[in-house]
């Protein structure tokens, strides 16, 4: 079958890792079953393996990709949890389970044909969702909903600031968060994505590191480093920092004066359950709010679309139709 892989790693050029082209079949434990795909989408992720980044050499070549949607066994259209980890060893929460791993990490992941997956991985796909649409929900949209509504706490009516508009888990925010009534700042360092952010949704959009007009309730933070200090000087006292990714840098100051004196709470955020999937996708359903695609192209022509993700060109979801 066609898929994508890492196969080496090159930690400065990510691009000459990539390859696509014929892999096997994939292999079908007990209990898991074979999606035949009908589209997949990008994430940083997938360059943080080409990268090195959570794979040892001897997995190589991995087939890369944590996002999918297709068609079961038994006819069902499905979106695929790339969540791979047990509930009971999580104390009910497969991403607490010490030993859970996403899609292309330990198993072969969704950039590709066909994904073998625990049978419970499957949550069927509503009828109003498209195959893109639906493909792009499962790491950035599904990581963006446990940010806001499970790990931040926040309800209808409070401020939040995300930082990094044009990402997928920022674009993904930004849809969610007004959809759900929320009050959405955003930054950028880019004046195209601010203006796209507040066609999105976002009531203003600032410069990266811009003096905000007053302190918000809480701050989405993938963008790590760059924007780490603007995130705790931008937060009420009390206001919680939501913390799930580090694209520019994984270890800015601390500022622990600024956490303990003003009471604020950091927390951190990692893709999200099964129910919370359901639920995403229920609540996309019900509202009418829908991913926002960047680009579509086909599998085959996945190194424009990394290519287009390494740049920070991309606004939204980079999907790759099957
Ligand atoms: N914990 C989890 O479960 C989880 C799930 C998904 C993603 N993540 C992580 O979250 C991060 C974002 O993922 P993604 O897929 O959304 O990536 P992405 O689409 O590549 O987005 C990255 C965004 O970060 C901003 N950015 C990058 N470098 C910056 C810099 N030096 N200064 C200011 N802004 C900068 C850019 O926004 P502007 O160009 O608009 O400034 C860019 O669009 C990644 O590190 C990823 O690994 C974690």
Same mark, same amino acid.
């Given at each position: ?43 940083h992720h997938d360059l943080w393996s080409l ?28 979106v695929v949890h790339a969540v791979i980890g ?146 705790q000087r931008s937060l009420r006292p009390g ?20 956490? %303990? %004196? ?20 229920? %609540? ?30 991309? %606004? ?7």
């Amino acid at each position: 079958m066609l898929a994508v892989t890492a196969a080496r790693f090159d930690a400065n050029d990510p691009l000459a890792a990539l390859e696509v082209g014929e892999q096997p079949e994939p292999e079908v434990p007990e209990g898991w079953v074979v999606v035949e795909l009908k589209a997949t989408a990008v994430n940083h992720h997938d360059l943080w393996s080409l990268q090195g980044v959570g794979l040892r050499s001897e997995q190589l070549p991995m087939i890369l990709g944590c996002d999918g949607a297709g068609v079961d066994p038994d006819g069902n259209e499905v979106v695929v949890h790339a969540v791979i980890g047990d509930p009971d060893a999580g104390g009910g929460d497969e991403t607490l389970d010490p030993r859970r791993s996403l899609l292309s990490e330990r198993h072969p992941g969704t950039l590709a044909e066909r994904v073998a997956v625990p049978r419970r991985n499957l949550v069927p796909k509503p009828p109003s969702l498209s195959w893109q649409e639906a493909a792009c929900l499962p790491t950035a949209y599904l990581t963006a909903y446990r940010m806001l509504f499970t790990r931040g706490g926040l309800r209808p009516g409070d401020t939040v600031l995300v930082q990094g508009a044009g990402g997928g888990v920022a674009t993904a925010l930004v849809a969610l968060a007004r959809a759900a009534g929320l009050r959405v700042w955003v930054t950028s360092r880019d004046t195209g994505k601010r203006e796209r952010a507040l066609e999105l949704g976002a009531h203003r959009a600032f410069e990266s590191g811009e003096r905000l007009p007053a302190k918000v309730d809480a701050v989405m933070e993938t963008v790590g480093a760059a924007t780490w200090s603007h995130s705790q000087r931008s937060l009420r006292p009390g206001g919680t920092l939501v913390v799930a990714g580090a694209t520019s840098g994984n270890d800015p100051s601390a500022d622990l004066a600024q956490v %303990f %004196f003003l009471q604020r709470s950091v927390i951190g955020s990692t893709m999200g359950t099964r129910g919370e999937l359901e639920r995403l996708i229920s %609540f996309c359903d019900a509202t009418g709010v829908r991913p926002l695609i960047d680009s579509v192209r086909p599998l085959a022509d996945a190194r424009a679309g990394f290519a287009r993700m390494a740049e920070g060109e991309q %606004f939204g979801k980079v999907v790759l139709d099957i």
